[in-house]
């Protein structure tokens, strides 16, 4: 990871093309000169670029965007809602084709928008997977679709057996669906019970906010796979996984120089009540 000076108790990082630990930006529109001035600034920070929902089907200069990004080490894929709207239309083939077209290995299969039979939703990830990197989500868009935590651990194992490299928890851009609650809090006992079971480093979190990064980051350390990054977010993202931001400050110091500090400030505040 790129360092501009040395400095003590900095969680290391995985190393791009990673496996784990990955950011997944969400792309809702940039033109190309905002691309470009992320990629200026933090393309050795992002791994994936979704292009949001359906918005790849009306950006302009769509290939050059992605020979954009593909030529600095970032990988673009379509957002699983156009999956959606093709294989709604009976025209998954022309998905495929539309893939092969615009020279994307990496493809999104979902079905939040839309109900798709598990079996065959496995099945289509299985076929994408033989010529392809599938991503896979697992989650309503509709927070009035309640997923029980078994159904969510049956799902998101069965599609990594199909052949996801990842699967996506649904979080949506405004992160109050799927492992959120509607105020943004994190369903601490669904995502629990889904750790239980699956392997973390084979889920993507999409956790727009940076109260539920921290969470994430708290949880699972520096490593955590993120998504649905908004560009701008890129840097402050990468300060809390590693300890240089507030939220996150204490996580990777000593634990006895993490209490120590905590308790001068604890008694500096009483000092401050005093007054």
């Not at 990082?13 to 990673?18: A, G, L, N, S």
């Not at 239309?89 to 990496?106: E, H, I, P, Q, S």
Request: a negative charge; proline letters at 4%.
């Amino acid at each position: 990871m790129q360092m501009n000076f040395e400095l003590s108790y900095i969680p290391s990082r995985t190393e791009k093309p990673r496996k784990t630990g990955l950011t997944m930006v969400m792309d809702k529109g940039l033109s190309i000169r905002q691309a470009e001035d992320m990629i200026e600034s933090a393309d050795h920070l992002v791994d994936i670029v979704k292009f949001g929902f359906g918005t790849s089907f009306v950006t302009k200069d769509l290939q050059k965007k992605i020979d954009l990004y593909k030529s600095v080490g970032i990988r673009p894929y379509f957002g699983g809602t156009l999956f959606e709207a093709f294989f709604a239309r009976g025209k998954f083939d022309d998905f495929l084709r539309t893939l092969d077209k615009f020279k994307l290995d990496l493809a999104e299969v979902s079905d939040g928008s839309i109900i798709i039979n598990h079996e065959e939703k496995c099945e289509l990830i299985n076929r994408m997977s033989k010529e392809r990197t599938v991503l896979s989500e697992v989650g309503s868009k509709d927070s009035g679709i309640i997923v029980s935590p078994a159904k969510w651990i049956k799902m998101m194992s069965t599609e990594l057996e199909a052949g996801s490299w990842k699967v996506i928890a649904e979080g949506r851009e405004s992160g109050n669906v799927g492992v959120f609650r509607p105020n943004g809090s994190a369903h601490t006992l669904l995502i629990n019970r889904i750790i239980a079971k699956v392997n973390p480093e084979d889920i993507l979190w999409e956790a727009p906010q940076k109260k539920q990064q921290a969470w994430f980051v708290k949880l699972f350390g520096a490593d955590v796979n993120l998504g649905n990054i908004a560009p701008n977010e890129v840097i402050p993202l990468e300060t809390l996984r590693i300890g240089l931001r507030g939220d996150t400050f204490f996580d990777f110091l000593p634990e006895d120089y993490a209490e120590r500090l905590k308790q001068v400030n604890d008694d500096e505040d009483e000092v401050e009540d005093d007054e």
